[in-house]
């Protein structure tokens, strides 16, 4: 509607992303849907799985929140993914490798 | 280059005043400020990542007690507060979008409601400590915990154990509810100010960053519900 004539006119960086209140309400839902399912399928017992398909489910959502609240899908700084990127790398370095510390010791 | 971009923008409109004399454009500023705060939150990766590591660890060498004192965590609660986070951080979208609209009411407006879901959240965390009291959960002098291992019932949990549990449950949700409190306090500077119009769309970098940092607290609790809730429900 007139969302956009508005941007144009106040908006001094013209490349800014406005989210528009469909797609914000769209993405809400979607992260609230994820969230019922991943606690009740807590109350179904499958086993190893059980851990796979709730750390899925909070990765998707994390996702969701990360591309579309955090407007990264559509910024123009392409550092931000670089930041984004190490943090993640760094996080799996430090448990990667405390767990292949901790899983291959012989203490008890 | 710099100054052929100078050059463009100069002649033709105001200066915007919120462009501060060492950045050549606005858009420069907002994207310097904008990595700033990625770059925090990066280290903020660290830091919550830190605590995610030690429960790891703890949970694979004491695994069966742990499948116990999670069990002991009422569902409910946890699911509730993930679902008031996730309405806090669309009320923040749509704050952030009433600033870059030039909507000085409806900013105000979100940005209070983003506080009264995170007082929310506080409340039931709240809830959920007084509970522990209640039952001795909490680490200290007083913790006490009776359990049996998850599918062996002639196994006995070591207290001492489960008190390693808790003691992580309450580092990981206390840090995090330190920062919901963090940002709760920063919403409610940011919507006086807002309030008074300091805000617009040429100058909202406050709200963008705030918001940045909500929903990544967010993003803890997304991930801080299934490991210390779900995962252990059955074993």
């Known amino acids: 509607m007139t969302e956009h004539s508005n941007a144009s006119q106040n908006t001094a960086t013209p490349h800014e992303h406005i989210s528009s209140i469909g797609s914000s309400v769209a993405i809400w839902i979607v992260l609230l849907i994820c969230t019922a399912l991943t606690a009740g399928v807590a109350f179904i017992d499958l086993g190893p799985l059980n851990t796979i398909v709730a750390l899925t489910i909070a990765t998707f959502k994390a996702i969701l929140v990360v591309l579309f609240f955090m407007h990264v899908k559509y910024t123009h700084e392409k550092l931000t993914g670089l930041v984004i990127v190490s943090a993640i790398f760094f996080l799996f370095l430090l448990l990667t490798l405390s767990m292949a510390d901790y899983t291959t010791r012989l203490w008890h | 280059m710099a100054t052929n971009e100078a050059a463009a923008i100069v002649p033709h409109e105001e200066p915007n005043p919120a462009l501060l004399h060492h950045f050549v454009t606005e858009e420069q500023q907002k994207n310097a400020a904008s990595l700033g705060m ?10 919550f990542g830190g605590m995610f590591c030690a429960y790891l660890v703890y949970r694979y060498k004491y695994f069966g007690d742990f499948g116990s004192a999670s069990q002991t965590l009422n569902i409910w609660y946890g699911a509730i507060n993930t679902a008031v986070l996730l309405c806090s951080s669309l009320t923040v979208v749509l704050a952030v979008r009433a600033a870059q ?53 002639d196994q006995q949990v070591n207290p001492r154990h489960a008190e390693i549990y808790f003691s992580l449950y309450f580092a990981m949700t206390g840090m995090h509810a330190l920062h919901m409190i963090i940002g709760v306090g920063l919403f409610g500077t940011l919507a006086v100010w807002a309030w008074r119009g300091k805000y617009s769309a ?18 803890v609790w997304i991930y801080l519900f299934p490991l210390l809730y779900l995962i252990d429900r059955h074993r």
């Open chain 2, 38 to 47: 990625w770059l925090f939150l990066a280290q903020e990766v660290m830091f």
């Open chain 2, 202 to 219: 040429n100058y909202y970098t406050p709200i963008e960053n705030a918001g940045l940092y909500w929903h990544f607290v967010d993003i």
């Open chain 2, 101 to 153: 609209l030039n909507k000085r009411k409806a900013l105000t407006m979100w940005l209070v409601f983003t506080i009264l879901l995170g007082l929310v959240f506080l409340g039931v965390k709240g809830i959920e400590y007084k509970e522990k009291f209640e039952n001795h959960h909490v680490p200290g002098p007083s913790f006490a915990y009776h359990g049996t291992v998850p599918s062996h019932p």
